[in-house]
């Protein structure tokens, strides 16, 4: 789940599946505070990171989806170095939010498993902070993975991190700030599903709002994939190399691993 503490820093397919928003609800309110409860979250140093992945590949990327963007804090830093950067996000409050802190950032409203992009229009598509845990379908996620690897120019890269199984499972987003000095106040309860491979969490906030102290609650869902199925869809959706690493670094997923990264190049 997002405010964990970070560490270090062709459409022949079958339809997808319907997307399960609107409905569930997920970065509605809590779009109004995400970017206090990201105050701490080190995201030069994850741009770094992508540049340290793009390196890998020797690619020289410059036209960049920030995919899942948020308020846009990945999409506006790389945008500060120079790519051309647009931001897509399913939500209409982050992207209202994105459109409103990072007026340079063109942003659209766009489900990742139902993008309409151009073929061959991108050189990188990047989409940070375990957004593709929230694809709840492996069908979903496989179709993201289609659709990205067709708006790419050959070469082009997808970089994209995943909170692993072990971190969705171990109660790690069972967290809570019930500091009274808190500029938001939160407490999050994890629900481990064992069947269906999701963590539920049941969200609680409290912050100032221009109408005073308001409290509202979300429900997140993120679902569980293992490294070798999403490496297998890659290669599957058309990308001719895969490679995973253990979050920030360039070693291997380890077995403790709480997220890690996947590039795939076309
Ligand atoms: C944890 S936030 C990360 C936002 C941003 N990437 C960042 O690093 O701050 C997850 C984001 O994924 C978006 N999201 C969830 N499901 C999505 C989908 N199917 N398509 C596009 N965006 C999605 C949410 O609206 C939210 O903005």
């Known amino acids: 789940m997002w405010l964990r503490s970070p560490r270090r820093g062709g459409r022949t397919a079958p339809a997808p599946p319907e997307p399960t928003r609107p409905g569930r609800g997920e970065f509605g309110r809590v779009a109004e505070c995400y970017d206090v409860l990201m105050a701490r979250v080190p995201y030069r140093r994850w741009v770094d990171y992508v540049e340290q992945l793009v390196a890998t590949r020797k690619a020289q ?4 989806l920030d995919l899942a963007c948020g308020t846009g804090k990945v999409g506006s830093e790389m945008r500060r170095r120079g790519y051309v950067v647009v931001g897509a996000d399913l939500s209409e409050q982050m992207t209202r939010g994105c459109a409103r802190q990072q007026p340079a950032l063109p942003v659209a409203v766009m489900d990742a498993t139902r993008l309409g992009l151009r073929p061959q229009s991108l050189d990188l598509v990047v989409c940070l902070y375990d957004s593709l845990n929230y694809v709840l379908e492996p069908e979903g996620l496989r179709e993201c993975f289609r659709r990205v690897q067709e708006a ?5 890269l997808l970089i994209f991190d995943l909170n692993t199984t072990r971190a969705l499972k171990v109660g790690l987003f069972t967290q809570r700030d019930l ?5 938001v106040q939160y407490r999050w309860d994890a629900h481990w599903d064992e069947v269906a491979q999701t963590c539920r969490v049941d969200m609680w906030f409290r912050c100032r709002g221009p109408a005073g102290e308001e409290e ?19 290669h599957e959706a058309g990308f001719a190399y895969v490679q995973s690493y253990d979050a920030y670094t360039l070693y291997p997923v380890g077995a403790m691993a709480e997220r890690m990264f996947l590039v795939g190049q076309r």
């Open 179 to 183: 500091s009274p000095l808190a500029a």
């Open 152 to 156: 790419l120019v050959p070469g082009g």
């Open 61 to 64: 990327p410059r036209r960049v």
């Open 216 to 234: 509202f609650t979300e429900t997140h869902y993120e679902r569980a994939y293992e490294e070798a199925e999403v490496k297998e869809w890659l």
